[in-house]
């Protein structure tokens, strides 16, 4: 094997399954719906192999009982997930620090704990490629500028896991699960509007999407130059914060919270 390929599977508004493919195999991630996962297989000639699961969330997990319905009975396909969540067809539950170790395509990931979406959520961090690239595969924990809502977790616990993603080496290619980027680009401006490297970026995307382009995957060094959720230390943006909302900015988690609650309402 010299190659895999990540492709970015669109389903619903603007979810994201991602599959992983030695060009025979494929691996899928968080398929919320089975058609698409279906049809871009059977356009490829690929054969599912396993499915990976981030969270407990309907537009992640809703593909899943179908996708097994189609599988062979002499070939049975494994499905992780994390352990902290009640999610159907798990055939290993996964923790922080667990393996997942896959035949074909032949992958290899470590588990990290990122609470804060919701309560059990998990990452699947895959050192390297056959090119010596990196990939996280993060759900709804980071997005391209910004980060989930916190619908089970608290800001400490959500800041906790965006400290954990974005310590991953800069080269590390961030396949989330959601096409937020434009909107949360707008966000991020708001925090931070003399952020020269999101200003380029504002515009790489929107022509992009003006091309009905995927603006991922993103990689953790960019991230941390322009997604105002791994910048909570910048004092232009705890000047906005101050600015903006007449907030006291104390400390990091304090700016993160306060952004986050920003962003809930922002349009």
Avoid at 182 to 207: G, K
Avoid at 222 to 248: C, G, K, Y
Wanted: overall charge negative; charged content about 20%.
């Amino acid at each position: 094997m010299n190659t895999l390929e990540y492709v970015p599977v669109p389903a619903f508004d603007d979810n994201y399954i991602w599959l992983v493919s030695d060009g025979v195999h494929a691996v899928a991630v968080d398929p919320g719906e089975a058609a698409p996962v279906r049809a871009y297989l059977a356009q490829r000639g690929w054969r599912l192999s396993a499915i990976l699961l981030t969270h407990h969330h309907r537009d992640h997990v809703g593909g899943v009982a179908d996708l097994l319905n189609d599988q062979d009975a002499a070939a049975p396909i494994p499905v992780f997930g994390p352990a902290g969540e009640a999610i159907e067809h798990l055939t290993q539950r996964l923790k922080q620090g667990d393996r997942v170790r896959i035949a074909a395509p032949a992958l290899e990931f470590t588990v990290l704990d990122v609470p804060g979406h919701t309560s059990g959520h998990i990452a699947y961090f895959q050192a390297t490629d056959p090119r010596g690239t990196p990939h996280v595969f993060c759900g709804d924990t980071l997005f391209a500028c910004g980060c989930g809502r916190l619908f089970e977790g608290t800001p400490a616990q959500m800041l906790a896991s965006l400290d954990a993603l974005a310590a991953l080496p800069g080269a590390t290619e961030v396949h989330c699960a959601h096409e937020y980027t434009l909107s949360n680009i707008r966000f991020a401006l708001a925090c931070e509007p003399e952020n020269r490297e999101l200003q380029a970026w504002r515009d790489e995307a929107t022509a992009l999407r003006a091309r009905h382009v995927p603006t991922l995957p993103t990689t953790i060094a960019h991230e941390r130059a322009v997604n105002p959720f791994l910048r909570p230390d910048s004092p232009a943006i705890r000047a906005t914060l101050n600015e903006q909302l007449h907030e006291t900015v104390p400390d990091r988690l304090t700016a993160f919270t306060l952004m986050r609650e920003w962003k809930n309402k922002f349009r």
